[in-house]
């Protein structure tokens, strides 16, 4: 099996000061709490908890809901985005648009959701998009956006490797494995259904642990 792209802390940290805005915010989640792109992309203003400093993943990968950290450092910055998320909300609803998509069961028990500041996207797109149905919602920011910016960032601060959004989340888990974390801990945060996917991390942190030395060089 192939090991995954990981970052030193140094690195980490190069990487974030070359990000600002909702990018940086969605960089240091996936950092931060360990989330896959999309889970950060899809998040809603109900799974934000700033009191238990805690983001619940809903219907991650395999249909499984998780929780995990919200970082301290990041959360002031996120109350000041969402406050402007907020106002855009307020904004569209005032038009007659902004309805946040919906989960189709709860789309058809509760028609009014959508239009509800908890169920709005935390990262909301920049431009309202029409349904088939005529309705005017406001998606989430794609992909492409974050992916471009985190390549940018890449490459302006010197770092040589090959790291995407992805290696974020690789980088939480193996950062957490070399503080002595319970790998099934990180399995938990990381959403992952076995264990032994997880163990991925332990062959990461061999060439990354200080303390671990060649025998050559004790000779």
């Known amino acids: 099996r192939r090991l995954p792209v990981v970052m030193t802390r140094d690195e980490v940290k190069a990487v974030l000061a070359e990000l600002s805005g909702p990018h940086l915010l969605a960089a240091s989640l996936m950092y931060g709490g360990g989330l896959r792109l999309k ?9 934000i908890d700033f009191d238990q400093a805690t983001v619940t993943v809903r219907s991650g990968k395999g249909d499984r809901d998780r929780s995990t950290f919200l970082p301290a450092r990041a959360a002031e910055d996120l109350r000041q985005h969402l406050g402007k998320v907020k106002v855009l909300h307020e904004r ?4 007659g648009a902004g309805e946040a ?9 509760y028609p009014n959701a959508g239009r509800e500041w908890a169920w709005q996207f935390a990262f909301p797109s ?3 998009t029409p ?4 309705t005017i919602r406001r998606w989430h920011v794609a992909a492409a956006t974050v992916q471009k910016a985190m390549k940018t960032a890449v490459r302006k601060s ?3 490797k090959s790291a995407t959004v992805h290696a974020l989340r690789h980088s939480f888990a193996t950062h957490l494995l070399m503080k ?12 992952h259904s076995s264990v032994e996917t997880t163990m991925v991390y ?3 942190i061999r060439s990354m642990r200080p303390d671990l030395r060649s025998p050559l060089d004790e000779l």
């Open 158 to 160: 010197g770092v040589p």
């Open 92 to 95: 569209d609803v005032a038009a």
């Open 202 to 204: 332990t062959h990461v």
């Open 180 to 191: 002595g974390v319970d790998i099934r801990q990180i399995q938990d945060l990381l959403g």
């Open 39 to 47: 889970e950060t992309l899809t998040l809603r203003i109900k799974d």
């Open 101 to 109: 998509p919906m989960p189709s069961a709860l789309s058809r028990k």
């Open 126 to 128: 920049s431009h309202l």
């Open 131 to 134: 349904d088939d149905d005529g």
